[in-house]
């Protein structure tokens, strides 16, 4: 059974927020992935993503994260960011279960190989995570909130041929990709106005049934005045025990997170803002043809 999330490590007053910090492991170099000295692509998914036609052109790495290593590419529909999931040997799941409660796995056979962390179970893992993060963004992005637009889908089968990477629209330029919240300056007008959008997209958020589960200014990026919301693998629902939990923490992370923003609201008035907005209108849904 999954373990149940519990709020030790946590504050809930003024103080920081205390967070294990993951080093990032198996980061892979543009040169591990481009081309090798017989001008073939070394990396079977960038390969993979060229010969699809999802990209035309893999220009650099972007970030190394914790969870994925993310890279600007180029398609026909302009600058893309390729969020490629790490190596199963480098991701150790054991996180995942907070969110993961309350999912039905009716495979028996399946749930048991991801119980036992076989290979075969990770991987199934690995390919769940990922498309959860697709069918989550496919979800806000037509929900209208403010996230990048998936590059591909909406059909799932589509999207299925692109795992572990999850390809989205770059937010920002090639030459300025946008800075996340965390790592900008912010007069106090935009400091207002940003914290304002993150309430708002929680809220947003949380109309639709959803908790972001990594909510702070770490995924939040800044760019042009607006907020624009990222990272959705471990998106929850109500479905998930540990739901008013993850809610009450992303609370928490985002207002400590604004703090040195100058932003002095409490998880908890955080929260109640974010329930009583979550009553109000929700954005204008985006109409995505096939
Ligand atoms: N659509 C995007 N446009 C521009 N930059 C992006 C986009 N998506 C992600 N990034 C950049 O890539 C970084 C990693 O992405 P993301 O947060 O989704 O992955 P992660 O593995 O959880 O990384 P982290 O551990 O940094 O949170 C982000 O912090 C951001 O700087
Ligand atoms: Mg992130």
């Known amino acids: 059974m999954s373990p149940r999330f519990s709020l030790e490590g946590w504050d809930d007053g003024d103080q920081r927020l205390r967070r294990k910090k993951i080093r990032p492991q198996a980061r892979r170099?543009?040169?591990?992935l481009t081309a090798d000295e017989s001008g073939e692509v070394a990396d079977d998914v960038i390969r993979r993503l060229l010969n699809l036609g999802h990209i035309s052109e893999l220009v650099s790495e972007l970030k190394s994260g914790k969870e994925a290593t993310t890279y600007l590419a180029r398609s026909e529909k302009g600058s893309v960011l390729?969020?490629?999931?790490?190596?199963?040997?480098?991701?150790?799941?054991?996180?995942?279960?907070?969110?993961?409660?309350?999912?039905?796995?009716?495979?028996?056979?399946?749930?048991?190989?991801?119980?036992n962390r076989t290979r075969?179970?990770?991987?199934m893992l690995q390919f769940?995570?990922?498309?959860a993060e697709y069918a989550h963004l496919w979800q806000l992005w037509q929900a209208g909130l403010s996230v990048p637009e998936p590059l591909?889908?909406?059909?799932?089968?589509?999207?299925?041929?692109?795992?572990?990477?999850?390809?989205?629209?770059?937010?920002?330029?090639?030459d300025e990709p946008a800075p996340r919240l965390s790592e900008v300056r912010l007069t106090s007008c935009e400091a207002q106005q940003a914290w304002q959008q993150a309430v708002q997209g929680m809220a947003d958020m949380l109309r639709l049934g959803y908790v972001h589960g990594d909510y702070s200014t770490y995924n939040l990026l800044w760019w042009q005045g607006s907020v624009v919301i990222i990272?959705?693998?471990?998106?929850?629902?109500?479905?998930?025990?540990?739901f008013d939990l993850l809610l009450r923490r992303d609370a928490q992370s985002l207002s400590s997170s604004f703090?040195?923003?100058?932003?002095?609201?409490?998880?908890?008035?955080?929260?109640?803002?974010?329930?009583?907005?979550?009553?109000g209108a929700g954005p204008e849904p985006r109409l995505c043809l096939p």
């Open 29 to 32: 170099k543009l040169s591990d």
């Open 259 to 279: 703090r040195r923003h100058g932003v002095q609201w409490t998880g908890e008035q955080t929260l109640r803002e974010v329930r009583r907005r979550a009553q």
């Open 152 to 174: 591909v889908g909406p059909n799932v089968k589509t999207y299925a041929g692109t795992v572990p990477a999850v390809l989205m629209r770059l937010i920002g330029t090639e």
């Open 128 to 131: 769940d995570w990922v498309m």
């Open 82 to 115: 390729v969020k490629i999931y790490r190596d199963l040997s480098a991701r150790s799941f054991k996180n995942d279960g907070i969110y993961r409660a309350g999912q039905v796995i009716t495979d028996q056979r399946a749930a048991r190989a991801m119980a």
């Open 120 to 123: 075969k179970g990770l991987e």
């Open 231 to 242: 990272d959705f693998p471990q998106l929850s629902t109500r479905q998930n025990p540990n």
